[in-house]
């Protein structure tokens, strides 16, 4: 056989490979969208089916005894679920208790040796979605798994559950974790609000001196939460902490927060030699809203980081009667000042503003001293 002969026999088998694969995928496709069209038929069915069931429980509920096998039914379970409260979703639980959905997801998710992960995360996820109280020590047992989206959903189902004892193993867990799942198990936390208050300040207490990511992640959630019983002791902590990243997080916490009562730690931590502080406690004092912060925030124009300077030309234009402080700036001699005055005015629309008031015939000395120092910048640069 030629050369050319094989190599002609050589590229017709590729091509009938590719023609194969490219078929078996088409397929593939096909049976693939029928499953998803079926299961979406069998969910509308079960939907109507539980609704009917929960506006009259002494109706029978036609369903097969494997009826907990079908992802649909699940589907169905979670839709309703979300749905509802009450003694309607006393009557749901009584649907799962009855067909044993919860049984099945929790001997599949403890199946480690011999289950699929896929298989295991989609049991999580039922748990954390279905389950009721009863549950929760199941999950609890999961907030260790090797798997870290199965730590995840069982701390998500305990969230749901607004189960408390598991405040505290979720909390010890936060120095173990990656950033992704310490962040999820943080947002778990903020289901279960002013409850889990104490517990994460316990953590911060005991634990700040001796790690830096687990506190805080702590100290971040804290403030998400919005719990004022927690700025006492933040202020207590931004005082004696020395690792920086604990104390940035807790001038982020305290400025969120806003409480007025933080004024005076966050002035001290503004003059502190670390710039990032300085930024951070601008920020923070601008949060406040308090006109007693205006003189430490025009101090902030002239500090020798930029970032300071931005910052604190920022929260001065939050602050009432802040924004004069910024104007009187454009007018100083300090071109580092005038450039974060002049940033933080255009922010918050006072060139805009100045311009339409000129235009307008009633500027008044502000909006020609911004719009001359505005025009001036523009010609150096051009």
């Known amino acids: ?41 069998r969910r509308v069915a079960y939907l109507e089916l539980l609704s009917r069931q929960l506006s009259d429980p002494d109706q029978p509920l036609n369903l097969g005894p494997h009826v907990a096998e079908d992802q649909a039914f699940l589907d169905a379970l979670i839709d309703v679920r979300n749905s509802v409260v009450g003694p309607e979703s006393d009557a749901l639980s009584q649907v799962v208790d009855r067909f044993g959905v919860m049984e099945r997801y929790a001997k599949r ?8 992960l896929t298989r295991r995360l989609h049991a999580a996820v039922a748990l954390a979605e279905v389950a009721d109280s009863s549950w929760a020590p199941a999950l609890m047992s999961h907030l260790s798994d090797p798997e870290p989206e199965i ?31 310490r962040a999820r198990f943080a947002d778990t936390l903020v289901n279960f609000g002013s ?75 503004n003059s502190d030699p670390d710039w990032r502080l300085r930024a951070k406690s601008a920020t923070a004092l601008g949060a406040t809203a308090d006109p007693t912060v205006i003189p430490t925030l025009s101090s902030g124009l002239m500090d020798p980081n930029w970032w300071v300077r931005r910052n604190s030309a920022a929260a001065l234009a939050r602050v009432p009667r802040g924004i004069p402080e910024l104007y009187a700036a454009i007018r100083s001699t300090d071109p580092y000042a005038r450039d974060a005055a002049a940033e933080a005015l255009a922010d918050a ?12 015939g009633d500027a008044t000395s502000d909006d020609v001293s911004l719009v001359s120092f505005i025009e001036s910048e523009l010609a150096v640069s051009g």
């Open 151 to 181: 730590r995840i959903q069982a701390a998500r189902g305990l969230g749901r559950m607004r189960w408390t004892p598991a405040i505290d193993a979720i909390v010890s867990r936060f120095a173990e974790e990656t950033p992704w799942v």
């Open 349 to 360: 629309g006072e060139i805009i503003a100045a311009r339409r008031r000129l235009e307008d």
């Open 109 to 116: 998710l403890g199946g480690r040796r011999w289950g699929l």
């Open 1 to 41: 056989m030629s050369g050319t002969q094989l190599l002609t026999n050589a590229v017709l088998i590729v091509f009938a490979v590719d023609l194969v694969l490219l078929s078996s995928l088409i397929v593939g496709k096909g049976i693939h969208r029928r499953r998803q069209e079926g299961r979406e038929r």
């Open 195 to 269: 409850k889990a208050t104490w517990p994460l300040l316990a953590y911060i207490k005991v634990n700040q001196r001796f790690e830096t990511s687990g506190p805080a992640a702590a100290i971040r959630t804290l403030a998400t939460i919005g719990d004022d019983q927690a700025v006492k002791s933040l202020i207590e902590l931004l005082d004696e902490a020395v690792d920086p990243e604990i104390q940035i997080a807790t001038i982020e916490a305290l400025g969120l927060l806003g409480n007025p009562v933080s004024i005076g730690s966050l002035k001290r931590a």
